[in-house]
Nanobody, 124 residues
Framework: QVQLVESGGGLVQAGGSLRLSCAAS????????MGWFRQAPGKEREFIAC????????YYADSVKERFTISRDSAKNTVYLQMSSLKPEDTAAYYC?????????????????WGQGTQVTVSS
C-alpha cells in the first residue's frame, strides 16, 4: 500500500502562485512515477503533469505548459507542483497520483494510488 498526502492548496488571486506538495509513504519502492491531475465541478478529471522516477522526464498538459512546473525530491518521497500565472480556469481539486512504473502515465487508469485532493481556487 502507498499513502499520498497533498498540501498547499488555497485561495489565490489571478496571476498569483501556489506550490502544491504530495508526500508518499508506505511501500513506495524506488522506480515509480508521480503525476498531478485536477477536476473542476462538472468536468472530467484532467491530466496536468507527471515526472518520471528519476526526475529526468517531465510532461505537461498544454493548458498548463510554461506556467506549472513539476519536480520531485526522491529522498523525501515528495513531488511538487509549482503553479504560477494562475487563472480562474485553474480552479479545481488537485490530486497527486502514484504509478508503480518508472515512466509517465497520462491517464487516470495508469495510476495505482491517489491522494485525497487539495482545493485550489483562483479568484478573478
Amino acid at each position: 500500500q502507498v499513502q499520498l498526502v497533498e498540501s498547499g492548496g488555497g485561495l489565490v488571486q489571478a496571476g498569483g502562485s501556489l506550490r502544491l506538495s504530495c508526500a508518499a509513504s508506505g511501500r513506495t519502492g524506488s522506480w515509480y512515477n508521480m503525476g498531478w491531475f485536477r477536476q473542476a465541478p462538472g468536468k472530467e478529471r484532467e491530466f496536468i503533469a507527471c515526472v518520471s522516477w528519476s526526475g529526468g522526464s517531465t510532461y505537461y498538459a498544454d493548458s498548463v505548459k510554461e506556467r506549472f512546473t513539476i519536480s520531485r525530491d526522491s529522498a523525501k518521497n515528495t513531488v511538487y507542483l509549482q503553479m504560477s500565472s494562475l487563472k480562474p480556469e485553474d480552479t479545481a481539486a488537485y490530486y497527486c497520483a502514484y504509478r508503480r512504473y518508472p515512466s509517465c502515465g497520462f491517464n487516470g487508469y495508469d495510476y495505482d494510488y491517489w491522494g485525497q485532493g487539495t482545493q485550489v481556487t483562483v479568484s478573478s
